[in-house]
């Protein structure tokens, strides 16, 4: 009862300091957040995204039932912000404002990091733009046959399976990109059974006949593709 008493003045003070800081903070103070799990987290407070009432200044945010952080500089590659309610806070420290040579560091990686999310997005779209005009030009091919004969029906129904069979082999180009696999998959795949290795999962698959037979037609169609792009090049000079 004696120690209780003793550190009851402690834990009064405690509550008291964090009151105080709570007071202090502004928006666009840096800050860290012990949760009541023990984990922590950084950011700049701001407000919530479409909810401009957090003003500039200096605010009392103690009646506030949650806060919220822009992760942005703390976090290069994670882009938002967090709302965390204040019962899930066990502390919150200001922390000192970023120097100028770490910021210009964090956002140079920031740029590095979206630079790079949009050229990733510019090649799957542009894959998805030469696939979507492979599938145009083999529909437009089989679309000129003949419907009225027989044999052509035959052949439209060829071109047709043929469309089907290279849209499943160009998605697993993907799957299986070149470089990683193709013909000497088959051969290493033998060494190592040799050595007694494992062989993945993703081998087996691809050594699947039907697999490796749409696979190698999808790889051979865009090698073809490729040749010909290189000749209109030569061609235009």
């Known amino acids: 009862m004696k120690y209780s008493l003793f550190l009851l003045p402690l834990l009064v003070s405690s509550a008291a300091a964090q009151d105080d800081i709570w007071k202090t903070l502004s928006k666009g103070d840096r800050v860290a957040v012990t949760f009541r799990s023990g984990n922590s987290i950084q950011g700049q407070l701001t407000s919530k995204p479409a909810d401009p009432r957090l003003p500039e200044g200096t605010l009392d945010v103690s009646q506030l039932n949650e806060i919220t952080l822009d992760v942005s500089l703390e976090y290069p590659g994670l882009n938002g912000t967090l709302s965390i309610p204040r019962k899930e806070i066990k502390e919150i420290r200001k922390l000192q404002n970023l120097d100028k040579a770490t910021l210009e560091r964090i956002t140079a990686e920031i740029a590095r990091i979206r630079q790079q999310a949009a050229a ?34 035959n052949k439209g129904a060829a071109a047709v399976k043929d ?3 290279l849209q499943k082999g160009l998605d697993l180009l993907k799957k299986f990109p070149p470089g990683q696999f193709g013909p000497d998959t088959a051969k290493t795949v033998a060494d190592k059974a040799l050595r007694k290795q494992p062989v993945t999962a993703a081998e087996s698959e691809f050594l699947d006949q039907e697999t490796y037979r ?6 051979d169609y865009q090698q073809a593709q490729d040749k010909e792009k290189e000749k209109e090049k030569s061609d235009g000079k």
Not at 214 to 219: D, G, I, P, Q, S
Request: charged letters at 50%.
């Open 120 to 153: 990733d997005e510019a090649a799957r779209r542009a894959g998805e733009n030469e696939k979507d005009a492979a599938l145009k030009k083999a529909r437009a091919d089989a679309e000129k046959l003949d419907k009225n004969s027989a044999d052509v029906k």
């Open 163 to 165: 469309l089907e069979d």
């Open 214 to 219: 749409l696979w190698l037609k999808a790889y």
